[in-house]
């Protein structure tokens, strides 16, 4: 069995900053790339940032500039600095991860269970 546990959520005015940490646990061969998505009330889900197991990340252009994706391998955990939050950040944050059980195996997707971000003043 393959966990993905997330935290750090909460409320913060417009300004603030919060972090992310998103652990990944269980039967685990290899992690490769991890994720953060996010879904507003009333709108779809949407990507936030990714980073590949070398530290390459990629950003959506609401994103970009403002938070930071990084992992630790070794902990097999993937965070989200996000800094100069705005009102419209507002939402349910997920992590994703793509993994693979065993060596050989296919790697499959895995989603934590959501942390809500809550931006207003």
């Known amino acids: 069995q393959v966990q993905l546990v997330e935290s750090g959520g909460g409320s913060v005015q417009p300004g603030g900053s919060l972090r992310l940490s998103c652990a990944a646990s269980?039967?685990?061969?290899?992690?490769?790339?991890m994720a953060w998505y996010r879904q507003a009330p009333g709108k779809q889900r949407e990507l936030v940032a990714t980073i590949t197991t070398t530290g390459s990340a990629n950003y959506a252009d609401s994103a970009e500039g403002r938070f930071t994706i990084s992992r630790d391998n070794a902990k097999r955990t993937v965070y989200l600095q996000m800094n100069t939050l705005k009102p419209e950040d507002t939402a349910v944050y997920y992590c994703?991860?793509?993994?693979?059980?065993?060596?050989?195996?296919?790697?499959?997707?895995?989603w934590g269970q959501g942390t809500q971000v809550t931006v207003s003043s």
């Open positions: 994703n991860a793509e993994i693979r059980r065993n060596f050989g195996d296919r790697t499959y997707d895995y």
């Open positions: 269980g039967s685990i061969f290899r992690v490769n790339v």
